[in-house]
């Protein structure tokens, strides 16, 4: 194949380059978008290191860079507050804690759906666990809301109705850990359940069967032939993730504790934290700083997380 | 005969866990199922709940007395709310239309093993997955540089690319596309442009589906660049409206103390809870509607884009 397009290659110059030019045509729109809105924002990056100028009429977007000062990595100070280590410790407990607990019960629901023989009330499970993967989560909020809403919540309620003192549930944080685990727990598990589900649906039945003839039970069979096939994808998976370690998802973060600020403690998160601090303070440069960082980070994890997984078995690495 | 359907019987349940064991999962994902949909159903039953009825035993499954209150609140908002339907839809059809288009005539050319910048173009995309300049400077350059602040750009532009959904696609190429076709209509003298759209895009109709479909729901869930680079209330999708009352009705109830008199008239004005149950009905309502359709087409496709890029 490629000797004979090497063969070809000389003959059809005028004709391929007419090709590629119509193919760049193709391209065109999309990687002006991607130079626009993602590559150009990087050279922003440079006001990390700046104390940024507002823009004016007579100095405009870029040039108003030009006039700002250098402060090297001022900063970055923000680092050493308590604040920062409180979003710090929230976004990396949060998500270290969801990539297990989400891996265990998406594999545990996935292999379980996998074994049931009324192929038509697992697909029912299925379709009914995606649901919550495509709502928002400023509509989550709600839903939440009508079981803790502190007058007529249904929990709050039942609380009343046994003699119990209500919880106040939006204005105390240690609650909120595992109510926003729930949270991210009953919108996800749909989506990655979904994904282990036709890996597993994939592997050749003979396997199990051949397994079984050698005298396997059901659970070895999980351990010897299931788990194996589910390894790559489990791998891509948790690259990706790794690589997001220090990504929140805003949403949940900022609507379902309805911006409640006796939660910040345990709600506030890197990218809740970029957001409010250019909102209230308007400091460019720190949240550039903090949203440097971030990307910064995840981009290491990310490579790092590769890096070690093509050293232990090449063929499941992503890149 | 009655020993012969007993062994089949049993052979049906050769290399199967036992029927205990199925119970047991059967009631396990079963609880699990009613977790994801019961919230939903709830604030439905709310929405349609009388306000008579909340006061006295709250939000419940089965209220004292039902209503359709909140929902001639919601109709009395008036221009705001179907202004805010309208820039859902809007914002959904046309971002998603556009979006589409793009997301495919980018994967095509990554498809095409003879496109030399192929391996240049795949990793162009794929870079701005792993790094990026950050919110700050993104919306810098979005606001101050391209001009999106208060109109429709702002809702649309940032988001028509998205990395994930070019992978999607272009495995939709790779794995439904044979590469002779190509070439055949290459040689019967068709140019790439009517190659793509006579030839190649009925294969990937699958495809455009998915790709489409997940757009349109990024694009009707979308809040977040409202809340970025939208003041105006004139363009304000849904989610965003819904959100707008939330802060309202915490405002005016965090503050009534301070308020006094003024308060009692912003209360009286307040949409009140019901409604705004209405309201979430009428943004989940589309989804739910279209949702056992579309399904099927996202499940192949996250299926596709998650087998390695």
């Known amino acids: 194949m490629l000797r004979h397009q090497a063969a070809r290659r000389p003959v059809m110059g005028s004709a391929g380059r007419k090709k590629t030019l119509w193919l760049l045509t193709m391209v065109a729109p999309g990687a002006i978008w991607l130079i626009l809105i993602r590559y150009l924002p990087m050279f922003g990056i440079v006001m990390a290191f700046l104390d940024y100028r507002l823009p004016t009429r007579k100095m405009p977007f870029p040039i108003n860079l030009l006039h700002s000062d250098w402060v090297g990595l001022d900063n970055f100070q923000f680092l050493f507050t308590s604040d920062a280590l409180t979003m710090i410790r929230n976004t990396l407990g949060y998500n270290i804690v969801w990539i297990a607990l989400g891996l265990v019960l998406a594999v545990a629901l996935a292999i379980m759906m996998s074994e049931l023989t009324k192929k038509f009330l697992a697909k029912t499970y299925q379709t009914l666990m995606f649901f919550p993967y495509f709502l928002s989560w400023v509509v989550a909020a709600y839903f939440l809301f009508a079981f803790l809403d502190p007058t007529n919540g249904m929990i709050v309620r039942a609380q009343k109705a046994a003699g119990v003192t209500p919880i106040d549930w939006y204005n105390e944080p240690k609650y909120w850990p595992v109510i926003l685990t729930i949270c991210s727990m009953w919108k996800n598990t749909g989506y990655s359940t979904v994904l282990y589900l036709s890996a597993i649906t994939g592997i050749d039945r003979s396997q199990y069967e051949a397994a079984a003839v050698d005298g396997a039970t059901k659970w070895q069979q999980m351990l010897h032939v299931t788990l194996p096939h589910l390894k790559p994808i489990i791998i891509v998976l948790l690259i990706m993730n790794v690589g997001k370690i220090f990504n929140a998802d805003f949403g949940l973060f900022w609507s379902v504790p309805m911006n409640s600020a006796p939660l910040f403690p345990v709600t506030q998160v890197v990218d809740t934290y970029v957001y409010r601090s250019y909102k209230f303070t308007g400091d460019v440069g720190m949240s550039t700083a903090a949203g440097f960082l971030q990307n910064l980070v995840g981009f290491i994890c990310i490579m790092g997380a590769n890096a070690i997984v093509r050293r232990l078995d090449a063929d499941s690495s992503l890149f | ?309």
């Open chain 2, 1 to 309: 005969m009655t020993a012969l359907s007993h062994r089949k019987g049993h052979a049906l349940r050769l290399n199967q866990v036992s029927a205990g064991t199925e119970l047991i999962f059967h009631i396990i994902l079963g609880l699990f199922a009613a977790c994801c949909i019961l919230p939903f159903i709830f604030v439905v039953i709310i929405s349609f709940s009388a306000e008579s009825s909340i006061k006295t035993i709250g939000y419940s499954f089965v209220p004292a007395q039902w209503s359709l209150e909140a929902y001639r609140q919601v109709f009395k908002l008036g221009d705001q709310l179907w202004l805010s339907y309208f820039n859902s839809f809007f914002i959904t059809i046309v971002g998603t239309v556009v979006s589409v288009a793009i997301c495919v005539l980018y994967a095509y050319p990554l498809f095409r093993k003879d496109f030399k910048l192929r391996g240049f173009f795949t990793f162009f995309s794929f870079f701005t997955m792993i790094f990026g300049g950050g919110l700050i400077p993104t919306y810098i350059v979005c606001k101050n540089l391209l001009g999106m602040s208060n109109n429709y750009a702002a809702l649309i532009v940032p988001m028509l690319v998205n990395p994930f959904n070019i992978i999607i696609m272009r495995t939709f190429f790779q794995t439904s596309v044979p590469f002779d076709l190509i070439e055949a209509a290459t040689i019967d003298g068709s140019g790439e442009y009517s190659t793509l759209t006579r030839v190649i895009l009925p294969i990937v109709k699958p495809g455009i589906a998915t790709v489409a479909l997940l757009t349109a729901l990024a694009y009707w869930n979308e809040w977040f660049l409202c809340l970025l680079y939208i003041t105006d209330r004139h363009l304000y999708p849904l989610q965003y409206l819904l959100m707008e009352m939330q802060r309202n009705a915490e405002f005016i109830s965090r503050n009534s103390s301070v308020m006094g008199a003024a308060s009692a008239e912003a209360v009286r004005n307040l949409p009140n809870q019901t409604m705004r149950m209405a309201v979430v009905v009428f943004i989940v309502l589309p989804i739910a509607c279209a949702y056992p359709f579309f399904q099927r087409y996202v499940v192949a496709g996250l299926t596709i884009g998650s087998v390695k890029g």
